[in-house]
């Protein structure tokens, strides 16, 4: 008994730390952003949109921001889904897009991208 509870311990702690992980090599990632993006409880609109509150929020809805007729018209709701398609060609999901980004194509680095990001609320709180 005490072996499957030391056990259970041991995979819970390794789950957390994966995720920490994940949560670190996500913010690596999110550096590709940083120059047109911004997160955080300080973040202001820069080239591109605050992603702060970015899962479930609707495309073009950052106030303030001046989006593209393509980026309001989208009608995308963010979720895991919908950004990893985006994220890996926005010209080709978001035709005419000012968003002027290669792409990401690997999949555990769009994974890594979006567990960071999604840890931010609307008002730039992590949850």
Same mark, same amino acid.
């Given at each position: 008994?005490?072996?499957?509870?030391?056990?259970?311990?041991?995979l819970a702690t390794t789950i957390g730390l994966a995720?920490?992980?994940?949560?670190?090599? $996500?913010?690596?990632? !999110?550096?590709?952003c940083a120059p047109c993006h911004a997160v955080g409880e300080d973040a202001r609109n820069k080239v591109g949109p605050v992603l702060n509150g970015l899962d479930g929020r609707h495309s073009g809805a950052v106030e303030g921001y001046n989006y593209s007729n393509a980026n309001k018209s989208a009608n995308i709701t963010w979720n895991e889904a919908t !950004?990893?398609? =985006?994220?890996?060609?926005?010209?080709?999901?978001?035709?005419? +897009?000012?968003?002027? !980004?290669? $792409?990401?194509?690997?999949?555990?680095?769009?994974?890594?991208?979006?567990? =960071?990001?999604?840890? !931010?609320?609307?008002? $730039? +709180?992590?949850?």
């Open positions: 008994m005490k072996s499957l509870i030391l056990a259970a311990v041991a995720h920490a992980q994940d949560l670190d090599a $996500g913010e690596k990632s !999110f550096r590709k !950004f990893k398609e =985006y994220i890996q060609a926005p010209a080709a999901k978001v035709p005419g +897009t000012k968003m002027a !980004f290669a $792409g990401i194509k690997n999949e555990k680095e769009i994974a890594n991208l979006w567990a =960071y990001l999604k840890q !931010f609320k609307a008002d $730039g +709180t992590k949850n």
